[in-house]
């Protein structure tokens, strides 16, 4: 009798993703079920795709944080990582140095595993100085191109200037916030999760 693997009904399993990040993807201030991950989750699932997406996200983490708890935060069996790190290491003013050589770190660890990673950027605050804001704002680009991930650029986009979807901290988005996000990067995940069907 022969066996063989039917890579039709393999393709067709659920692909299981994690979002490791920090307080916006945990969900800082929303209800549980309105976090980015669970937003997103049915999103993917209202337009056919079978997936499962954990909520990685830690408040307050930062992208070394994110780098020395990527092991126990992504278990084995996930297929891809959504990244969402860097807002508060610009916060703090960390050196762009530091969050960048972290989120490669990160990155590496993941591809070393076997598991694909999606990227999303964030952007600088301007009282930062033009300086500091062109070298943090370079991280995401230039590690997408290095490690051939498809890139978000900007996870806060069409969010962070609109008062209306954010919580009172002006910093954090509501739950309409978070469907704007979602909407903005379902491309990118779509992309992304094509992309995770052709990886053998």
Not at 17 to 26: E, F, K, M, N, P
Not at 158 to 167: C, E, F, H, I, K
Not at 169 to 193: M, Q, S, Y
Request: negative net charge; proline residues 6%; contains cysteine.
């Amino acid at each position: 009798m022969m066996l063989f693997c039917d890579s039709s009904r393999a393709a067709e399993r659920t692909l299981r993703l994690v979002a490791l990040g920090d307080s916006l993807t945990a969900g800082y201030g929303v209800p549980a079920g309105a976090a980015f991950p669970g937003v997103l989750e049915r999103a993917l699932k209202e337009k056919g795709f079978d997936v499962a997406i954990t909520n990685a996200g830690v408040s307050g983490d930062t992208a070394t944080g994110g780098r020395d708890r990527v092991d126990w935060s992504v278990p084995e069996g996930t297929d891809g990582v959504i990244l969402e790190l860097g807002a508060n290491d610009m916060l703090r003013g960390t050196d762009p140095a530091v969050t960048e050589a972290a989120l490669d770190g990160i990155i590496t660890r993941l591809k070393d595993r076997g598991i694909a990673v999606m990227l999303t950027g964030m952007k600088a605050a301007r009282n930062l100085g033009p300086d500091y804001v062109a070298r943090f704002e370079a991280i995401y680009p230039r590690l997408a191109e290095r490690h051939g991930l498809v890139l978000y650029p900007f996870f806060l986009d069409g969010v962070a200037t609109d008062r209306s979807l954010a919580l009172p901290d002006g910093l954090h988005p509501n739950a309409k916030g978070v469907e704007r996000i979602v909407a903005g990067i379902l491309p990118a995940v779509e992309t992304f999760l094509a992309r995770l069907r052709k990886a053998p």
